[in-house]
């Protein structure tokens, strides 16, 4: 019994490979940088300047401007053979709802002609996911338990992630090619997530056996990261460089559950080891980033390359829970919250192109790996701890759509698309029917996939400037505009 519950966590742990959370090319920002897949780190021509490179800002001819739009997003989630290899051992979940974006205005003072600033407010990252399978049956289901038993149970894991950014933007211009400039963000980080599984028999014998797990962690920090950003620019070429800081810690707080509980009347063991700690130190880190790219007029439009780059990540310790003995196994345990992120490289290009004075056309596909250490590698006990990051599979994505240049708008049409698939450990068969019982075998795998869809609508309205210029004199002048 004892063997069969260690492969049954096995699969459990598994399940927790779900989330884009060691992934930072997911969200794209601004009405035409979403059409181009992040690929205009050195050609971004709206308010995702204050996000991509805050040097273009003084280098865009209209900046005085706000950013208002509406994606719809339609995310699935399949857990192919997760229980075996039938078809009612696929999970299936779906969501439909509104999609992370970008609100940014920029304004000028008349007096810094070589001045530009900016502001903005994004969703860096918003995951939600819930999965839950169960198993009931009859039948000589586990070899090690003579005769036929009842068995029950299953396993259930809920995820969820958000992370806002809040920032202003400088830029500088000191040439008219050359522009400079830099973004703050203060960050919110929240996130929690558990794992849950309980499994129980009924035997022949009499005997009821028992097996429970449950992990939880709940984590928030406030932090803030700086983006300098240079470029340049000529009649064909733009060329742009950036470089984030990792986040520096302000304040945080969370929390870690552990609770394991056994009975195992064959060998009269039984087990019982429960903590739970609040209010604990958290010191959540990211990785620093340098990125480039250009854009380059051709064959009647502009090609946009770029490229990021995000640096290694020791292994660290997130939070960790004070260590006890487990109350029935005197086991030394210490609970804590780990991470531990590798050197990745993304890239992305597109192109866009004027079709006539009013539409503008836009494709582009950009890649979105993952940082996160396959299992294997990582340095810490399954048993006590938990990874923050384990989405190991690469994202590919692809987006298209068109502009209208409008009397004094610009509004976007377009479509996104990103998907995964990779394989996950599948050590267990549960039992489909009396014939056929839970089974294990090690070289079992099930397969993970991940799709999205998002539908963007975007508007872009230019600030009438007798507007901007009695507001710029309100706030630097006031009552002496009368």
Request: contains cysteine; proline residues 3%; aromatic residues 12%.
């Amino acid at each position: 019994m004892k063997s069969f519950l260690f492969c049954i966590l096995l699969i459990f742990c598994s399940i927790l490979i779900v989330a884009q959370d060691a992934h930072f090319w997911t969200e794209q920002y601004g009405t035409e940088s979403m059409l181009l897949s992040n690929s205009v780190i050195g050609s971004v021509d709206d308010l995702g300047a204050v996000y991509y490179n805050p040097g273009r800002l003084g280098l865009i001819e209209n900046p005085a401007f706000v950013i208002t739009g509406k994606i719809y997003q339609l995310s699935k989630t399949s857990f192919q053979k997760l229980t075996g290899d039938t078809p009612d051992a696929t999970i299936r979940r779906s969501r439909f709802g509104g999609a992370p974006s970008l609100m940014a205005g920029s304004y000028k003072i008349d007096k810094w002609k070589k001045h530009h600033f900016a502001y903005a407010f994004l969703t860096r990252r918003n995951i939600d996911l819930s999965v839950k399978s169960s198993v009931d049956s009859f039948g000589d289901e586990i070899d090690e338990l003579p005769g036929n038993e009842y068995l029950s149970g299953g396993i259930e894991l809920n995820k969820r992630l958000k992370e806002e950014w809040f920032g202003g933007t400088w830029s500088y211009v000191p040439v008219p090619d050359i522009g400079l400039g830099v973004t703050g963000f203060a960050t919110v980080h929240d996130q929690e997530a558990f794992q849950r599984m309980q499994l129980q028999t009924y035997t022949a014998e009499g005997n009821t056996e028992m097996y429970y797990n449950f992990k939880r962690y709940d984590f928030s920090q406030l932090g803030l990261l700086l983006k300098f950003g240079f470029a340049w620019e000529t009649d064909k070429l733009s060329v742009g460089l950036t470089l984030t800081t990792p986040t520096m810690h302000i304040l945080g707080k969370g929390a870690l559950e552990y609770e394991r509980f056994g009975t195992y009347s064959s060998s009269g063991d039984q087990i019982y080891e429960k903590n739970q700690k609040e209010k604990l130190k958290v010191r959540y880190r990211t990785p620093l980033a340098i990125g480039g790219g250009l854009g380059y007029d051709i064959l009647g439009g502009k090609l946009h390359i770029s490229g990021e780059y995000y640096h290694k990540i020791n292994h660290y310790t997130i939070m960790e829970g004070e260590t006890f003995w487990g109350q029935s196994s005197n086991r030394e345990i210490t609970p804590l919250l780990s991470d531990h992120l590798k050197s990745i490289f993304n890239y992305g290009f597109g192109y866009s192109r004027e079709i006539n004075k009013t539409i503008n056309f836009y494709l582009s596909y950009s890649s979105d790996y993952s940082s996160a250490i396959q299992k294997s590698d990582n340095t810490y006990d399954t048993n006590n701890g938990l990874m923050l990051s384990t989405h190991t599979s690469k994202v590919n994505h692809w987006a298209g759509g068109i502009v209208l240049e409008l009397n004094r708008s610009d509004v976007t049409f377009g479509v996104a698309h990103a998907m995964s698939k990779f394989p996950i450990s599948r050590p267990v068969d549960f039992p489909e029917n009396v014939d056929h019982g839970l089974t294990i075998n090690p070289d079992e795998t099930a397969f993970i996939k991940w799709e999205r869809w998002r539908f963007i609508v975007g508007i872009s309205v230019s600030l009438l400037e007798d507007v901007a210029t009695r507001l710029e004199k309100k706030v630097l002048s006031p009552g002496k505009d009368k």
